[in-house]
Structure formats: structure tokens, C-alpha cells
């Protein structure tokens, strides 16, 4: 297929090119592609997903499937000869490939900004650097170890800390808590040497993040303050509503988020995660240039979901600041809830959970559960926050999810 440079740009809804609606494109095919397809689709525009997986969760709903690897040549031309602009959801998808579709499509968010974010070391140092410029919120204490030389001369006041390596963490995985020197060279060691970054471990309180969309003449839009629940370095509970997070807390991690967003130039969502100290401080921990599962709840208690701000910054169409018009609980649905406790697989009882008021049930179409993985996710909705927490703890229970 050869690449036709159709400069259609804004790609407002109701374009049709060659008879057809125009196309949005996207690399990558799990659950956040898939709800990018969902936005877009009703938009009215054609979708198309590149993913390996023959049945990616995005790839089945979308209008066109190429299955291929990220990195394949052919496949990312039919990818940009297909799609008017493109936009990618996975987290680890090779920077490269997004600078090659670049070449013949508007392509947002840009490699290099998705290549920071890909690299603690220089997602870091962009912090670092935004928070010298006032952001307000800086990074947690840390050092660089890219070798013995740097790992002899980590200062002690960063132990205990956390060890991560540089590139391809995600989900808490790469991960390993060191108490002394010698756990933190053995943890090293054990990473096979790669370059990692140490952080001192700090009290937390609670974690909570923002996403904003930001588009290609530098508007920008926020959603408000999620706050977030791990369990294992999974997220497991976001809750948002008034109060969830102290109101100075809230506007300062807003801030920090957009210039976080406006110092990359950046063009797409981004969501900015933070750690809120014992203490009352905020500290920003790592950004993810995509809508992020934190804004999940955004589909069901928003006027503009985070997919529906991804499909108009892409296309190029005016952002509009969204509005939470409901309090919103979302509990991650992981493959663990599909067993029981002796390892059988085991039925969940949807229409107990169906049955309560304010539930949104979103199951991503995987066939396979496994430990951990992402299966959906359910959000409850409803006028305040204690109706609310209470209508999600009554569907933990009857998920056996831990309270919260
Ligand atoms: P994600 O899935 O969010 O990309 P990740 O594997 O990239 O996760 P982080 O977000 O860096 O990892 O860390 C995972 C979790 O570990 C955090 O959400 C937080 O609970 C805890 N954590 C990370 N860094 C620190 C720290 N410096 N001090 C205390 N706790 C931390
Ligand atoms: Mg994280």
C-alpha cells in the first residue's frame, strides 16, 4: 500500500475520503485502544489498530486490524496510508516507530515526548527541571546507577530507598526495595546492571494523578484530581470526588501537570502520577503519555472522557474544559477476582453487582484471565461520594475485593 499524503488536517467528524469516513489510527490494542476506538467511532470516524496480538481488545472492535510487531516496516506504512493521524496507547511502543509514521502522518503524542516518558532517568530530569521553573512539585530524591562507580558513590541518605530500572517498568514490575548497600548491590547486580535509578522511599500518605489534554496550538484542559489505591504496584481503586484530595493539593498537582505538558510541547493526554507525603507534600513520581486507567472513570462521569480529549487533540478539534457531573469510584477489575481461592476458575456474579445503583461494567473482551492482568473495570457513579463508596463496596464484597 503507498502512503497518500492527504493534507487533511483538522480531521473534523464527517470527512469521508475515497467514499469513506476519514480514519484515526493507533498503535497498540489493549483496553486503552480499545475505548480510544469507542471514542472515535462515535465521533463517526473509521478506526484502525496495529497490535500484534490477533485478538487485542482493540482490535476487535476496531474498523481495521493490522496484526503485525511494532517495528514492522510494511505494516507501519499501511498503518499511515490508512490513517489521517495516529495516536499510540502503549506504553512501551518503540519511539522509532512513532518518529517513522510521523514522517507521512500528524502524529501525536511525538516520539520524543513518549521516549522521556519511556526513561525514568530523563522523565526525572524533565521534572527536576519544571519544578526549577516553578512547577512547585519536584521529583523524589535520587541518583542515577549506571555503574560501580556511581552505584560507590550513592549518598546514604537515599536508603532505604527504591531501586528502578531505567526503561520497561511498569505495573511495580523492574522493581526492588533495598534497605542497605549491600541489598542495593546485590539488586543491582541482580537487574543485570542496567541503568537504573535509585529513589529514597518516602512516607506516603496516599498517591493520586491528574490527566490533561493538551492540543497542537498549546490549549490546554484538565480533569480533576484522581486518588489512587495500589495494591502489589497495581492501581486497584481511583476515587474521585470533592474532597478526595485537599483542595490546595488538588490546584497544585493541576499546575504542575500542565507545565509538565506545556514544557514538552506536548499534543495528546498525559496523565502525571504523584505521591502525597505524610507531611501534607506533594511529589511528582512518573507520567504516562496516554489516558492512563486513573481516568477510566472519566467514560462514565464526565462530559469529555479522557478518550474522547485523546480523539480531539489527534483530529486536531478545539478541547473543551470537561466537567465531572457525577462522584465517581472505579474498582480495576484484575484476572485474579476469575478464581477462587483453591485456583478454580470460578463465575462472577455480574447481576449482583449489576443490580446496584450508579454500576458501569467495562470488560476489555480478553479470553484469557490471568493473575494481575487488566480484565475491565467497574465504575460506580451517583450524586455524592457516600452513596457512592458505598454502592463500590458492596460490589468488593461481592467481587471478594479487599475493602478499601
Ligand atoms: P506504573 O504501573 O504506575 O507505571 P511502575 O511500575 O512504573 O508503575 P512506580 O509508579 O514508579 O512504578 O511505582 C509503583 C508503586 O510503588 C507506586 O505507585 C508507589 O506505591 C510505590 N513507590 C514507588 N516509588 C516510591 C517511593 N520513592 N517511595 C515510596 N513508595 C514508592
Ligand atoms: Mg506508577
Given at each position: 500500500?503507498?502512503?497518500?499524503?492527504?493534507?487533511?488536517?483538522?480531521?473534523?467528524?464527517?470527512?469521508?475520503?475515497?467514499?469513506?469516513?476519514?480514519?484515526?489510527?493507533?498503535?497498540?490494542?489493549?483496553?486503552?485502544?480499545?475505548?480510544?476506538?469507542?471514542?472515535?467511532?462515535?465521533?463517526?470516524?473509521?478506526?484502525?489498530?496495529?497490535?500484534?496480538?490477533?485478538?487485542?481488545?482493540?482490535?476487535?472492535?476496531?474498523?481495521?486490524?493490522?496484526?503485525?510487531?511494532?517495528?514492522?516496516?510494511?505494516?507501519?506504512?499501511?498503518?499511515?496510508?490508512?490513517?489521517?493521524?495516529?495516536?499510540?496507547?502503549?506504553?512501551?511502543?518503540?519511539?522509532?516507530?512513532?518518529?517513522?509514521?510521523?514522517?507521512?502522518?500528524?502524529?501525536?503524542?511525538?516520539?520524543?515526548?513518549?521516549?522521556?516518558?519511556?526513561?525514568?532517568?530523563?522523565?526525572?530530569?524533565?521534572?527536576?527541571?519544571?519544578?526549577?521553573?516553578?512547577?512547585?512539585?519536584?521529583?523524589?530524591?535520587?541518583?542515577?546507577i549506571a555503574s560501580e562507580a556511581d552505584l560507590a558513590?550513592?549518598?546514604?541518605?537515599?536508603?532505604?530507598?527504591?531501586?528502578?530500572?531505567?526503561?520497561?517498568?511498569?505495573?511495580?514490575?523492574?522493581?526492588?526495595?533495598?534497605?542497605?548497600?549491600?541489598?542495593?548491590?546485590?539488586?543491582?547486580?541482580?537487574?543485570?546492571r542496567?541503568?537504573?535509578?535509585?529513589?529514597?522511599?518516602?512516607?506516603?500518605?496516599?498517591?493520586?494523578?491528574?490527566?490533561?489534554?493538551?492540543?497542537?496550538?498549546?490549549?490546554?484542559?484538565?480533569?480533576?484530581?484522581?486518588?489512587?489505591?495500589?495494591?502489589?504496584?497495581?492501581?486497584?481503586?481511583?476515587?474521585?470526588?470533592?474532597?478526595?484530595?485537599?483542595?490546595?493539593?488538588?490546584?497544585?498537582?493541576?499546575?504542575?501537570?500542565?507545565?509538565?505538558?506545556?514544557?514538552?510541547?506536548?499534543?495528546?493526554?498525559?496523565?502525571?502520577?504523584?505521591?502525597?507525603?505524610?507531611?501534607?507534600?506533594?511529589?511528582?513520581?512518573?507520567?504516562?503519555?496516554?489516558?492512563?486507567?486513573?481516568?477510566?472513570?472519566?467514560?462514565?462521569?464526565?462530559?469529555?472522557?479522557?478518550?474522547?480529549?485523546?480523539?480531539?487533540?489527534?483530529?486536531?478539534?478545539?478541547?473543551?474544559?470537561?466537567?465531572?457531573?457525577?462522584?465517581?469510584?472505579?474498582?480495576?477489575?484484575?484476572?485474579?477476582?476469575?478464581?477462587?481461592?483453591?485456583?478454580?476458575?470460578?463465575?462472577?456474579?455480574?447481576?449482583?453487582?449489576?443490580?446496584?445503583?450508579?454500576?458501569?461494567?467495562?470488560?476489555?473482551?480478553?479470553?484469557?484471565?490471568?493473575?494481575?492482568?487488566?480484565?475491565?473495570?467497574?465504575?460506580?457513579?451517583?450524586?455524592?461520594?457516600?452513596?457512592?463508596?458505598?454502592?463500590?463496596?458492596?460490589?468488593?464484597?461481592?467481587?471478594?475485593?479487599?475493602?478499601?
Open positions: 500500500m503507498t502512503v497518500v499524503h492527504t493534507p487533511i488536517f483538522p480531521v473534523l467528524p464527517g470527512t469521508t475520503v475515497n467514499g469513506r469516513p476519514a480514519t484515526l489510527g493507533v498503535l497498540g490494542g489493549g483496553q486503552l485502544g480499545r475505548m480510544f476506538v469507542h471514542a472515535a467511532q462515535a465521533l463517526g470516524y473509521d478506526t484502525v489498530v496495529l497490535d500484534p496480538d490477533p485478538a487485542s481488545p482493540a482490535g476487535r472492535v476496531s474498523h481495521h486490524f493490522i496484526q503485525a510487531d511494532y517495528r514492522d516496516t510494511d505494516a507501519l506504512r499501511e498503518l499511515a496510508a490508512r490513517a489521517l493521524a495516529i495516536t499510540t496507547e502503549f506504553e512501551n511502543v518503540p519511539a522509532e516507530s512513532l518518529a517513522e509514521l510521523a514522517r507521512a502522518r500528524p502524529v501525536a503524542p511525538a516520539a520524543e515526548a513518549v521516549a522521556i516518558a519511556q526513561d525514568r532517568v530523563r522523565e526525572k530530569a524533565h521534572f527536576s527541571r519544571c519544578a526549577a521553573q516553578g512547577s512547585g512539585v519536584a521529583p523524589a530524591p535520587h541518583a542515577v558513590a550513592v549518598p546514604d541518605t537515599l536508603l532505604p530507598g527504591i531501586l528502578k530500572t531505567a526503561r520497561l517498568g511498569y505495573d511495580g514490575k523492574g522493581q526492588a526495595r533495598v534497605a542497605t548497600r549491600a541489598e542495593l548491590a546485590a539488586a543491582w547486580r541482580q537487574m543485570g542496567l541503568e537504573c535509578v535509585l529513589e529514597q522511599r518516602l512516607p506516603l500518605a496516599y498517591e493520586c494523578s491528574v490527566i490533561v489534554a493538551r492540543g497542537r496550538d498549546g490549549q490546554v484542559v484538565s480533569l480533576p484530581v484522581q486518588r489512587n489505591l495500589h495494591r502489589d504496584g497495581i492501581l486497584a481503586v481511583t476515587e474521585v470526588f470533592e474532597g478526595n484530595v485537599p483542595y490546595a493539593s488538588a490546584k497544585q498537582a493541576q499546575a504542575a501537570t500542565i507545565s509538565i505538558a506545556n514544557e514538552l510541547g506536548y499534543v495528546g493526554v498525559l496523565c502525571v502520577e504523584f505521591f502525597v507525603l505524610e507531611d501534607g507534600r506533594l511529589v511528582v513520581n512518573e507520567m504516562a503519555p496516554r489516558p492512563h486507567n486513573s481516568g477510566h472513570y472519566t467514560v462514565d462521569a464526565c462530559d469529555a472522557s479522557q478518550f474522547d480529549l485523546q480523539v480531539r487533540a489527534l483530529a486536531g478539534l478545539p478541547l473543551a474544559p470537561p466537567r465531572q457531573h457525577s462522584a465517581a469510584v472505579m474498582l480495576n477489575l484484575l484476572g485474579d477476582l476469575w478464581f477462587d481461592p483453591a485456583g478454580a476458575p470460578r463465575a462472577l456474579p455480574w447481576a449482583q453487582v449489576l443490580a446496584l445503583p450508579g454500576a458501569h461494567l467495562h470488560l476489555y473482551g480478553k479470553t484469557e484471565a490471568r493473575r494481575g492482568r487488566k480484565m475491565g473495570h467497574l465504575t460506580f457513579t451517583g450524586a455524592d461520594a457516600a452513596g457512592v463508596r458505598a454502592n463500590a463496596l458492596r460490589a468488593a464484597e461481592a467481587l471478594g475485593m479487599a475493602p478499601f
